[in-house]
Structure formats: structure tokens, C-alpha cells
């Protein structure tokens, strides 16, 4: 039978192929059928069918077995989110990223998420750190929908303002000038929206880049990463200086998304 890796988010797992194998539709559901049997929490199960893609970051599923459902409640670091695996990007393996972060964030910060999804890295700072304020922006109106249920659940809306819509214009015509620190979690739109991202803050201050990068053999992703970071800096002739580096995952063979901490003076 063929292993697949399995992404569990709250009740519900999603398998995903080995890469570069194709089971069959049957070691698939045989697969799920003995998941559900040796866990029991586990309610329900899916097969990626794509990558995650398109503007709003989600993947294509096939139900496997258990409940026909992609609703749940993910836990993380103390605090809940609902979600719909197929509406909304969520991977656990962010988990240490968002404490991470949520760590750096000095007392009375201002934070900018520009690609908030439903609201995990804003709620887990809010609930994690003294920040003032985290603006909390998303595209995609399912995971804003979602956003703004977390922020209730989660009982911040003294901390968390969300927002709908492409974080270029939201900033532009809301928040030019207003940040300490700026998280640009989606690796396709981070070097497209620096530009953004630099006005966002009200002087020197911080931004975190999360970039796909592709690393040959012998190659350091970290150094890759760092070089197209300065080279976007470079770009739009803003000094900056490397406050920290490190691979977050492994995205597929020798692809991975790494963050590079920024400190900027725009």
C-alpha cells in the first residue's frame, strides 16, 4: 500500500501523495479507511488532488472516508480557528513559525498582515505578545468570513482589525505609515509586494518575507533566500539589514519556503 503523508487540521486529515506517485484510487481509500480505524478523533478524510493554488491558496480535494465535511475547529498555541480545508489555505506546519514570530513582537507594537488568511499568525500574536494593534488583511472572502469569526472566538477584537481585500490597495488607502512590523506570509506576492510592505511602516522597522526558493545540491536555501530578499531591497533602493533567516518546510524535492527577518529603514 502505498504511504501518504497526512496533514491533520482539528477532526479532519487530508492525505497526500508521496512525490512523483500516483496510487490508486483504491490504496487511497484503504489508506483513510484504516486511518479512521486507529484514530478515532479523526472524523473525516481527504486526498489532495492539486497543490495549493491559485489567488486565494487553496488545493482540490477527494473525499476519501468518514464524514463529508471540510468544516472544523484547527487548535493552535491555545487558541481556535474555524476553517474550511477546502475554502481556506491552513497548514500545521506553520504552527512554530506563528509562535515564533509572535515572540519577536516587542510591547506596543503595531503589526500589518498582508496575507492573513483566517487569522492565525494575527490572532496567535494578539494572544501571544503585548502588541497594540495587528491590521489583519485577506483576499479571499471565505477566509475573511473566517477571519472575523476567529477574532471572536478567540476574544480579540480589541487587537485584531480584519480586513477584505488585495493588501496593495488596503494599505495605499488605509494604512500608509502605520506599522512597527509588516508579515508577508505568502511566498508568490512577497518580493511583487515590498514595495507595499515598506510603506506600510511608520519608520525603521521590521518585515518578515516568507519565500520559495529552489535549492540544487550543495546549494543553502537560507543564502538563496537572503540574496533574492536583498536584491528586491536593492530594487527599490531601501537599506536593510538581515535580522534572522531559517527554512520553514520543505515544499516539494530541494523547494522550500524559508523567512527571511528583515529590519528596514524605507
Request: hydrophobic share 45%; glycine share 6%.
Amino acid at each position: 500500500m502505498a504511504r501518504f503523508k497526512v496533514e491533520i487540521i482539528g477532526d479532519i486529515a487530508v492525505l497526500k501523495p508521496p512525490y512523483g506517485v500516483t496510487p490508486s484510487a483504491e490504496e487511497a481509500r484503504a489508506f483513510a479507511s484504516q486511518l479512521l480505524s486507529e484514530r478515532p478523533y479523526i472524523k473525516s478524510v481527504w486526498l489532495a488532488v492539486s497543490p495549493v493554488e491559485g489567488a486565494y491558496k487553496v488545493r482540490r480535494l477527494e473525499h476519501l472516508a468518514g464524514e463529508q465535511r471540510t468544516e472544523t475547529v484547527y487548535r493552535e498555541h491555545g487558541c481556535s480557528f474555524k476553517v474550511d480545508i477546502a475554502k481556506d489555505f491552513i497548514t500545521p506546519r506553520l504552527s512554530y513559525e506563528h509562535i515564533r514570530v509572535a515572540r519577536l513582537v516587542r510591547p506596543g507594537e503595531v503589526i500589518v498582515n498582508m496575507f492573513a488568511g483566517v487569522g492565525t499568525f494575527s490572532i496567535i500574536i494578539a494572544r501571544h505578545s503585548q502588541a497594540r494593534l495587528v491590521h489583519s488583511i485577506d483576499l479571499n472572502p471565505d477566509a475573511y468570513r473566517h477571519m472575523v469569526e476567529n477574532i471572536r472566538l478567540n476574544r480579540v477584537e480589541d487587537k485584531v482589525i480584519p480586513y477584505l481585500g488585495d493588501a496593495a490597495e488596503v494599505i495605499r488607502e488605509r494604512l500608509i505609515g502605520v506599522a512597527d512590523r509588516v508579515l508577508m506570509p505568502l511566498p508568490d506576492l512577497s518580493i511583487p509586494y515590498l514595495r507595499y510592505a515598506l510603506a506600510a511602516l511608520r519608520g525603521q522597522g521590521f518585515i518578515h518575507l516568507y519565500l520559495h526558493v529552489h535549492a540544487a545540491k550543495g546549494e543553502d536555501p537560507i543564502d538563496k533566500a537572503v540574496r533574492e530578499a536583498d536584491q528586491g531591497f536593492r530594487g527599490l533602493g531601501v537599506p536593510w539589514r538581515l535580522s534572522g533567516a531559517r527554512v520553514v518546510r520543505m515544499v516539494g524535492p530541494r523547494f522550500y519556503q524559508v523567512v527571511v527577518d528583515a529590519e528596514a529603514s524605507p
